[in-house]
């Protein structure tokens, strides 16, 4: 199936300011760097994870900088190239005020990735040794607005219970 969603270019110095602002979550910056001209949903033409704004304000969990995007027409449940929302990147980086800030403007909670099928609770976890009280205050409000830790399960059946016991 052919990726149509529109990729900025990588010579394009005004989604460069773009990305980095929304990278920094820097609400002026980005309030600066949202040309009219530009598409809000674009994703990054040359990194990996071809991302957009949101993904990349999520990642910072700036609440400010994800409300403005999202009053700007972000879409609140654009994949990256990997199948990523920006909700699951702000579960993965234990960002709870993002998260509350996505799902109040009904990012979908079940929304699995593209290739192992992890939810928002499964990147809470991914690739971690540890769990922090963050990570722990991240699924607390995973589990309250509605994911049931015994069936969210990943693309190899792992529930959130089978993860944590391979961490320390």
Do not use: C
């Amino acid at each position: 199936m052919a990726d149509n969603r529109f990729r900025a270019s990588k010579d394009s110095v005004a989604y460069e300011e773009l990305f980095n602002a929304a990278s920094e979550g820097e609400l002026k910056r980005l309030e600066a760097a949202l040309l009219p001209s530009l598409n809000v949903n674009a994703l990054e033409a040359d990194r990996l994870q071809g991302r957009a704004a949101l993904h990349m304000a999520a990642q910072t969990g700036s609440v400010p900088a994800i409300q403005f995007l999202l009053a700007n027409g972000a879409e609140v449940d654009l994949p990256n190239s990997e199948g990523e929302t920006p909700l699951h990147e702000a579960a993965f980086w234990a960002h709870p005020e993002a998260i509350r800030a996505l799902l109040d403007a009904g990012a979908d909670l079940r929304l699995p990735t593209g290739d192992y099928s992890f939810t928002a609770l499964h990147n809470v976890l991914k690739y971690k040794n540890t769990v922090t009280p963050q990570q722990i205050e991240t699924i607390t409000l995973l589990l309250d607005r509605g994911l049931d830790v015994n069936s969210e399960a990943d693309g190899w059946g792992s529930t959130l219970v089978s993860t944590l016991q391979g961490i320390d």
